[in-house]
């Protein structure tokens, strides 16, 4: 059994920051990529920011410069760094990533979500 458990989220003023972690437990071999996608109401859900276990990165045109995505490999755990946030950047919030468990099997796990508002 594998979770993936986030927090960070809040109510924060447009120009504010916030930080997500995600902690992935359970029974864990390996962890590959690991991501944050977000979801809107209405919308779709959108890739926000990737990175893989070696450290390359990708973001979202729409937050190129005011988020960043970091991992800590030895506590299984992926960072969301966000800055000068805006009211569209409000969202839930999901944790996403592709781990190997004890039985040497890829799966492809997501978090519950947090809710990210940004609002004055």
């Known amino acids: 059994q594998v979770q993936l458990v986030e927090s960070g989220g809040g109510l924060v003023q447009p120009g504010g920051s916030l930080r997500l972690s995600c902690a992935a437990s359970?029974?864990?071999?390996?962890?590959?990529?690991m991501a944050w996608y977000r979801q809107a109401p209405g919308k779709r859900r959108e890739l926000v920011a990737a990175?893989?276990?070696?450290?390359?990165?990708n973001y979202a045109d729409s937050v190129k410069g005011r988020f960043t995505i970091s991992r800590d490999n030895a506590k299984n755990t992926v960072y969301l760094q966000m800055n000068s946030l805006k009211p569209e950047d409000t969202a839930v919030y999901y944790c996403n990533a592709d781990i190997m468990t004890s039985t040497r099997m890829w799966y492809n796990y997501w978090g519950q979500g947090t809710q990210v508002t940004v609002s004055s």
């Open positions: 990175i893989t276990s070696g450290g390359s990165t």
């Open positions: 359970g029974s864990i071999f390996r962890v590959n990529a």
